[in-house]
């Protein structure tokens, strides 16, 4: 089974820069895209990047210029970079599995636990 | 970009009643259309993929349908335990976009 765990600092302030990771266990690693999301307190899911284990990356264009997105393969680890954080930025992230690299598209069928980050000053 | 229009925003009925869920795409998406169920708290559960496909160990009152711009959920006989949050998602192209939600109350 397939299990993603992720981990991260929780309170941030503006200007600071976010950083998470997310261990996968179980699985392909190299088979799928591994993407970053998250969700604001009372409202929807949004789809910030993703990854495949040779470090091609794609980003939400509204957060292109201040996200950074790795993978580190022979841990199973990939890592989110937010610059320049503000209040706005305040939200659960969660990491995922998503498509796959041989190019079937795919919804996300595992996620992480999620990690609410707070930008306070 | 592709945007995900959900109705109702939210909705409130009882234990046994079915429960039918819209959601519109901007473009055609074809048959690539996920449904998620959020309880509070929780991440985001798979219900639904290829619109009508239900994931593995999701309840068999849970089906959907739909292709193009127009899909539903539909919950036959809602259970206590399907107090949630539900979400459409397009994963025919990047950037993969969400719609707002339905909240379905008991």
């Known amino acids: 089974q397939v299990r993603l765990q992720q981990w991260g600092a929780g309170l941030l302030k503006p200007s600071e820069t976010l950083s998470l990771t997310c261990d996968v266990y179980?699985?392909?690693?190299?088979?799928?895209?591994w993407s970053w999301l998250r969700q604001s307190p009372g409202k929807g899911l949004e789809w910030i990047g993703e990854?495949?284990?040779?470090?091609?990356?794609k980003y939400t264009p509204s957060l292109k210029s201040r996200v950074t997105i790795s993978i580190e393969s022979s841990k199973n680890q990939f890592s989110l970079r937010l610059r320049s954080v503000t209040a706005a930025d305040t939200a659960v992230y969660y990491c995922?599995?998503?498509?796959?690299?041989?190019?079937?598209?795919?919804?996300?069928?595992?996620w992480g636990q999620g990690t609410l980050v707070t930008v306070s000053s | 970009d592709i945007q995900m229009t959900q109705s109702p925003s939210s909705l409130s009925t009882y234990v046994g009643d079915r429960v039918t869920i819209s959601c519109r795409a901007s473009?055609?998406?074809?048959?690539?259309l996920a449904w998620y169920q959020q309880r509070p708290g929780e991440p985001p559960n798979l219900l639904i993929y290829?619109?009508?496909t239900v994931h593995s160990g999701v309840p068999s009152r849970f089906s959907g349908s739909g292709s193009g711009t127009d899909f539903t959920l539909t919950i036959s006989s809602l259970h206590p335990e399907d107090v949630a949050t539900y979400y459409c998602?397009?994963?025919?192209?990047?950037?993969?976009?969400f719609g707002q939600g339905t909240k379905v109350e008991i």
């Open positions: 995922a599995r998503g498509r796959t690299t041989s190019g079937t598209v795919a919804p996300f069928d595992f």
């Open positions: 179980g699985g392909s690693f190299s088979y799928y895209y």
């Open positions: 990854i495949t284990e040779t470090g091609s990356t």
């Open positions: 473009q055609v998406i074809s048959h690539y």
């Open positions: 290829a619109a009508s």
């Open positions: 998602q397009n994963y025919n192209s990047a950037p993969w976009a």
